[in-house]
């Protein structure tokens, strides 16, 4: 039903910043709350953030919060995550998800996810 597609993954050096983007769509496609997530080597997949399809509302795991901005562009069907003084433990593939059942912080939870895309940090 939706399709999501991320980008602007990459290598950058720790204190550094870098934005992501979800493109979402889909032939049923509506207007779906969105979320990212990220999972590390060994760990596992972890919220970050999620926003309502208005952009009304965010909410941010603890460990990113005051660092990464989500925002949404409704006229792209795009949500972005902009993610600032980058540590290395941010090294993650992150990826985009749509349509929460319940609980947000949860990834079973989510409806429909994108492929990800690789963030590493170096230092």
């Known amino acids: 039903q939706v399709q999501l597609v991320e980008s602007g993954g990459g290598l950058v050096q720790a204190g550094g910043s870098l934005r992501l983007s979800c493109a979402a769509s889909?032939?049923?496609?509506?207007?779906?709350?969105m979320g990212w997530f990220r999972q590390a080597p060994g760990l596992e997949r972890a919220f970050v953030a999620a926003?309502?399809?208005?952009?009304?509302?965010?909410f941010y795991a603890d460990s990113v919060k005051g660092r990464f901005t989500i925002s949404i562009d409704n006229a792209k069907n795009t949500v972005y995550l902009q993610m600032a003084s980058l540590k290395r433990e941010d090294t993650a593939v992150y990826y985009c998800a749509a349509d929460p059942e319940g609980d947000y912080t949860r990834p079973v939870d989510w409806a429909f996810w994108g492929q990800g895309t690789q963030v590493t940090i170096s230092s």
């Open positions: 889909g032939r049923t496609f509506s207007n779906y709350p």
């Open positions: 926003i309502t399809w208005s952009g009304g509302n965010t």
